[in-house]
């Protein structure tokens, strides 16, 4: 892993030259609009960085964008990836460990997922103050390299608070309607059943997605501070669930994008 993470840096820095990349975006599903607003410095494809995963999904671009975004360096990756595409959780959070690498201290991320929580709408957003993990694998199985962190992560806080606070603050100032809650991670690619949204709910989670908590847990055995905003895009209330398809979900992503825009933006401006 080390060796293909060096591989990886090399590549890249040989052609971004000087630019120093202080914060690290991971852009979720009908979320890549964020990228318009930065100031663009350079633009690699997935497919030309040596042992870089490529995404799969047609809405998903598979860039990573270097550039200035609120006075800050930044780099974004347009387009995540998936355990249901068929990488293992290595491959998923090897982008983590490169834009670590690279020399980031901080990352933010957003995904789509579903509202479990019956308060919470369509449209609406959500703060991860927490996660569960339901996905079958853990990134950090296998030999652990001190260099990238330690063989026991703590994940007592897995999400920064201040960071939280900030965004939750920035929300009400813009009159946002921004949750904190929950997220649980599943395998996907299929949506829940009404027995599963049930169970969700039962164990404590505000929403559900396929993604982010892999990233996550590799930030944290990194020593990244997180932060981590959902668009809720679909409500999962088991009593009154109805049919919905990806392309609707999409569409709600890309409707409130705006508002996650927004609100990161602003929270950019606060990290030093």
Not at 134 to 145: K, S, V
Not at 182 to 210: K, Q
Not at 246 to 259: D, L, Q, R, S, W
Request: charged fraction near 20%; include cysteine.
């Amino acid at each position: 892993m080390l060796t293909s993470i060096k591989e990886a840096v090399a590549f890249i820095t040989k052609r971004i030259g000087d630019f120093k990349p202080e914060i690290g975006i991971i852009l979720g599903t009908g979320l890549g609009g964020l990228v318009n607003d930065i100031e663009v410095a350079h633009q690699l494809m997935y497919s030309n960085i040596p042992n870089f995963p490529i995404s799969t999904l047609e809405f998903h671009s598979g860039k990573l964008i270097f550039g200035t975004l609120s006075g800050k360096k930044v780099v974004a990756m347009q387009g995540r990836l998936h355990y249901y595409e068929g990488y293992d959780m290595k491959q998923i959070t090897f982008p983590v460990r490169v834009l670590k690498a690279l020399g980031i201290n901080t990352l933010l991320v957003s995904n789509a997922s579903g509202a479990i929580n019956t308060a919470y709408k369509k449209g609406d957003l959500m703060v991860i103050e927490d996660h569960i993990n339901l996905q079958p694998y853990n990134p950090l199985i296998g030999a652990n390299y001190e260099e990238l962190g330690p063989r026991f992560p703590d994940m007592s806080q897995p999400y920064n608070k201040k960071l939280i606070d900030n965004a939750l603050q920035i929300a009400q100032q813009k009159n946002i309607t921004c949750h904190k809650g929950v997220y649980v991670a599943v395998t996907g690619p299929n949506l829940e059943t009404r027995a599963e949204y049930r169970y969700l709910r039962i164990i404590g989670a505000d929403a559900v997605g396929m993604s982010t908590v892999p990233e996550v847990i590799v930030a944290n055995h990194a020593g990244l501070p997180v932060f981590a905003i959902s668009v809720l895009t679909d409500e999962c209330n088991p009593d009154t669930l109805q049919p919905v398809s990806v392309e609707e979900i999409i569409k709600i992503a890309t409707t409130a994008e705006p508002k996650m825009t927004a609100i990161l933006k602003e929270l950019i401006k606060t990290l030093t």
